[in-house]
């Protein structure tokens, strides 16, 4: 695991950035695993100040609610429209389709779909509690994209973006851990002190499936960035 710890947020989002730009200028062909949440937020306005030329890239979301219809404004793919695909063109986005009538079947859909994408690149948030996706704790190392419920915890911090904790849905489609860990180079973000303890056992706890994100550790090509204060507990 690379560990790179900047000074502010900003600037970890900055490191990210220039790191997934240098990857994809260049290519012919590339495929980047995206996510949502608070943490990429910066580095997609960077896309778009930028300009970056996504035309010859792939894009595959890491997870989105089960229920939401796509044009739903708390979809993870409203929040990707909103965010970037808007503005800045991707050769092709995908996102499991959180109202699919059999989200089981639509799990393994997604699942062959990534797997014969192929990630080049994966971007990853962390949950409070080290999920990546939304691979809760106990999730088993090797799962495949599937269904999962949301623990208690990830439903109330993602409440701030919805009007009620009882809007926020209660299940997800996410790409496994194992599927994660079939991308070629995985940069996980973290910023904040409320991802310290997450952050300090997935690079210092032997890795254990109570804090998912310490499969990492076994990842070849893992760059993590921090600020000083999601850093802040580390030794
Ligand atoms: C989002 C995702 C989640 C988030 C994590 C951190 O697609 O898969 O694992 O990365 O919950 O969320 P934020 O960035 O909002 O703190």
Redo the contacts with the bound molecule.
């Keep these: 695991m690379n560990v790179l710890v900047a000074k502010t947020a900003n600037d970890a989002e900055r490191i990210a950035y220039t790191l997934i730009k240098e990857r994809i200028s260049g290519k012919h062909d590339f495929v980047l695993g995206?996510?949502?949440?608070?943490?990429?937020?910066g580095m997609y306005q960077m896309f778009k100040q930028d300009a970056l030329d996504c035309s010859h890239v792939t894009s595959v979301?890491?997870?989105e609610y089960i229920g939401l219809s796509p044009e739903h404004p708390q979809s993870?793919n409203r929040f990707m429209k909103d965010r970037l695909f808007d503005e800045v063109p991707f050769k092709q986005s995908h996102l499991p389709q959180g109202d699919a009538p059999d989200p089981q079947a639509e799990a393994a859909r997604y699942e062959d779909l990534v797997r014969k994408l192929g990630v080049d690149l994966q971007l990853?948030?962390?949950?409070?509690n080290g999920?990546?996706?939304?691979?809760e704790p106990g999730t088993a190392l090797d799962a495949k994209t599937h269904v999962t419920e949301l623990t208690e915890s990830?439903r109330e911090?993602?409440r701030r973006f919805f009007d009620r904790l009882e809007d926020v849905p209660t299940h997800a489609i996410?790409m496994g851990l194992d599927t994660i860990m079939n991308a070629r180079e995985i940069v996980l973000?973290?910023t904040?002190e409320?991802?310290a303890e997450a952050v300090q056992h997935m690079i210092e706890s032997v890795p254990t499936v109570d804090w998912p994100a310490t499969i990492l550790q076994a990842h070849p090509g893992v760059t993590v960035v921090l600020d000083g204060a999601a850093a802040s507990r580390c030794a």
């Design positions: 995206l996510a949502t949440g608070s943490t990429p937020v979301n890491l997870d993870y990853l948030g962390i949950g409070e999920h990546i996706a939304f691979n990830t911090a993602n996410t973000v973290a904040g409320r991802k």
